[in-house]
């Protein structure tokens, strides 16, 4: 019988421990996943970033590789109408670090891009049937998310808010995981583009666990035990760990963001929309001091970054998202694995000391 208080989690995912390896895209792959899944937590395969082969390959291989539960992790904003003007206005504020780099400014402005669920993501998700799918930026269209419902699946989404987390419960959500404002990556935000209206972790998952009858999954700012310990004193039923994932062997990162999230100050994190359009938070790097993190210039969601990509490839720690949430100089240098149990039996031990 297990010893967590609320056991909620453990029972609808059908998982040992309540620890979520929060799906991050670029950073998480297949490795990741069966690593933290066949540990006793629930790894969660991100999808927004890969083509429907990729995905389809890194599930063959999750399958052939675990028994155990895993979460596959979609995108669920609407793709954005062509802005040229904006387009333009932003590659424009952009040009003297193409100038700088000797980049070739007049040439085509290359495409970035990160997938929506759709039709052709649902076929795969039926096809590989996962235990949980997850969901950022609100749910699916209805009969979308009808089909998940169909092939058997336990529903999340992301809420940064109250009124966002009675919302994903009334369309449907089996538990939903409260985001803080801590939390590394794009904020889960759909139902407002307001800053202001996003709070911290531990403000945040006490008044969702109120507002809604559904689990609570903590998450944003939980990098050891004392975090896992301190979201169940708060009421959440698990908690969803993300940027702690990134200092394991088995996370897909870059040398600059490697670097960075081992030389960077504790304050060096802020919420940018350089690199995508929406809203993210990731360490602070040249362009993000020198143009501001927030920039009303930046195309929508997911555009923003082609015109980066170009300066990417001449500066990369200058020019690139190097995602972290605000916890990040607590992590350690462990494997998935380890990093997956040292939470759920230090983050227990420290409960049932109190």
Same mark, same amino acid.
Request: proline letters at 6%.
């Given at each position: ?42 790894? &969660? ?5 890969? &083509? ?94 009808? %089909? ?8 999340? &989404? ?93 996370? =897909? ?11 960077? =100050? ?14 993210? %938070? ?12 927030? &920039? ?17 490839? =001449? ?34 031990? =420290?409960?049932?000391?109190?």
């Amino acid at each position: 019988m297990s010893q967590w208080p609320d056991t909620r989690i453990l029972d609808l995912l059908g998982i040992e421990l309540p620890i979520i390896q929060a799906p991050m895209a670029g950073a998480t792959g297949s490795a990741m996943v069966i690593a933290a899944s066949n540990a006793g937590g629930l790894g &969660s395969m991100p999808a927004a970033m890969l &083509s429907i082969e990729q995905l389809r390959e890194e599930l063959k291989t999750i399958r052939q590789q675990s028994q155990r539960p895993f979460n596959i992790n979609y995108f669920c904003h609407q793709t954005p109408a062509a802005d040229e003007q904006r387009a333009r206005e932003w590659k424009n504020l952009l040009e003297p670090y193409y100038r700088e780099l000797g980049v070739d400014f007049e040439a085509p402005t290359p495409v970035s891009n990160r997938a929506p669920f759709d039709n052709a993501a649902c076929e795969v998700l039926e096809e590989f049937r996962p235990e949980v799918v997850s969901f950022h930026f609100g749910l699916p269209e209805q009969s979308l998310l009808d %089909r998940v419902k169909a092939t058997g699946a336990k529903i999340l &989404s992301s809420a940064t808010t109250v009124e966002e987390a009675v919302w994903l419960e009334q369309h449907g959500c089996d538990a939903i995981i409260a985001m803080g404002y801590e939390a590394g990556g794009h904020r889960g935000m759909f139902l407002s583009d307001d800053l202001s209206s996003q709070v911290g972790t531990f403000a945040l998952v006490p008044q969702v666990v109120d507002a809604v009858k559904v689990p609570v999954i903590a998450a944003g700012g939980i990098s050891d035990a004392r975090g896992v310990a301190a979201a169940f004193l708060l009421g959440a039923s698990a908690v969803q760990v993300g940027t702690a994932y990134l200092f394991t062997p088995e996370a =897909k990162v870059s040398a600059s963001h490697h670097k960075a999230l081992r030389t960077a =100050k504790e304050s060096e994190t802020a919420v940018t929309n350089l690199f995508t359009g929406r809203p993210a %938070r990731g360490i602070l790097n040249r362009v993000m001091r020198e143009l501001g993190p927030m &920039s009303d210039k930046a195309p929508a969601f997911p555009l923003a970054g082609g015109a980066l990509m170009p300066l990417r490839a =001449k500066g990369e720690a200058d020019f690139s998202n190097l995602w972290a949430g605000q916890a990040f100089t607590l992590g350690v240098e462990v494997s998935t694995a380890e990093l997956t149990r040292r939470l759920a039996e230090e983050g227990l031990a =420290k409960l049932l000391r109190r």
